[in-house]
């Protein structure tokens, strides 16, 4: 996993990833993707299926954000549709099959904002990631979420609202 900051700039480092190090999955956030680059740029030899979530500020044409996902296509997954109701949010989801188990990926991408606008945001990303992680499977969250005052490893937060709402909802 790996916060890009535009990855078709930095071709030859994902080609170097992806095909020197054999990884059967990568994660991106701020990939800077949009629909006008061809997937096939991104994986010349076609050896991964790429899922993504692009964002365009539609006001300046701007590119920025977004996230994507490399999974090799040996890997049995399957694509979850997230209904339209959250497409503002910066989010992959996927099942990957594994024997009778299924594990399910959440890719995701939250602005480093802390505004009613942020506030607004990650109330979506958790009504989000409530709606979509109920049930038997095991849900992966895996991104960029831009609370650095959560400290993991303590299972603590002394931040700002955001990041205590984030916490908690994890914890």
Not at 138 to 146: K, P
Request: net charge negative.
């Amino acid at each position: 996993m790996f916060n890009a900051q535009s990855v078709v700039n930095k071709l030859s480092e994902l080609h170097h990833i992806l095909y020197t190090n054999n990884y059967d999955i990568v994660f991106i956030t701020e990939s800077w993707l949009h629909a006008g680059i061809d997937m096939g740029l991104l994986d010349p030899e076609s050896v991964y299926q790429v899922l993504h979530k692009d964002r365009a500020d539609t006001r300046t044409g701007v590119c920025g954000g977004g996230v994507c996902v490399f999974i090799n296509r040996k890997l049995s997954i399957i694509e979850v549709n997230i209904s339209d109701s959250y497409s503002a949010l910066e989010l992959v989801c996927f099942d990957l099959l594994y024997a009778s188990n299924r594990l399910r990926f959440f890719v995701v991408y939250r602005p480093p904002h802390n505004d009613d606008v942020a506030e607004q945001y990650l109330s979506l990303l958790i009504d989000c990631l409530t709606l979509f992680t109920s049930g038997t499977q095991t849900n992966i969250i895996v991104g960029d979420l831009n609370c650095p005052k959560i400290e993991w490893p303590l299972a603590s937060c002394s931040g700002d609202h955001i990041s205590k709402t984030l916490h908690k909802f994890i914890v």
